[in-house]
């Protein structure tokens, strides 16, 4: 995937799942069936998941290399990256607890939902000043994968939203009007 498909696919895809929060009532934002987390939390788990990504597309790229270090290997493919990702998720693997949202009131939702847009808008904007060898170079860590170049950590964004955006779909599946 090259930078302007990147780009292209996190504009959409979380322009796609801020659509359909904002378009939930706020009895189902704040539904939860069993120990799922509420439409809301996923909300907030994906802001807390974007922001230390917008920090590290605005530090100068020698301290990325600095502090994280360089690809010692080629990167995977997105298909690649997200079969292992599903395969820790299965493992059993969790949101670190810095990842993990708290109880989200519906009255948040505008506040949260706005902000994501914003750090979405700015996470593209600053892409934009990596060249495709900085992307397959660098390197940050993943809480479940380790380390992954930029690349990879960007294709991991792009699944991680639409990954939420279908938990969503299937926590309100046991949603009942009563």
């Known amino acids: 995937m090259n930078k302007q498909t990147i780009i292209d696919s996190l504009i959409q895809n979380y322009t796609s799942f801020i659509t359909?929060?904002?378009?939930?009532?706020?009895?189902?934002?704040?539904?939860?069936?069993?120990?799922?987390?509420?439409?809301?939390?996923?909300?907030?788990?994906?802001?807390?998941?974007?922001?230390?990504?917008?920090?590290?597309?605005?530090?100068?790229?020698s301290m990325i290399a600095q502090n994280f270090g360089i690809a010692d290997k080629p990167?995977?493919?997105?298909?690649?990256?997200l079969g292992e990702y599903l395969e820790k998720l299965n493992e059993g693997g969790k949101a670190p607890d810095r990842f993990v949202p708290e109880n989200v009131?519906?009255?948040?939702?505008?506040?949260?939902?706005e902000y994501l847009g914003q750090l979405i808008n700015l996470l593209c904007s600053k892409i934009e000043n990596f060249s495709e060898e900085d992307l397959d170079q660098l390197c940050i860590p993943h809480p479940l994968l380790g380390k992954l170049t930029l690349r990879e950590m960007l294709c991991n964004a792009i699944y991680h939203v639409e990954h939420h955006g279908n938990q969503v779909k299937q926590n309100l599946r046991g949603y009942s009007a009563n």
Request: charge should be positive; aromatic fraction near 6%.
């Open 75 to 81: 990167g995977r493919s997105y298909d690649v990256l």
């Open 105 to 113: 009131l519906a009255e948040q939702r505008t506040v949260l939902s």
């Open 20 to 61: 359909e929060i904002n378009e939930l009532t706020a009895t189902k934002l704040q539904f939860s069936n069993g120990q799922k987390w509420t439409a809301g939390q996923q909300l907030q788990h994906i802001v807390l998941c974007v922001k230390p990504l917008v920090q590290v597309f605005s530090m100068d790229k």
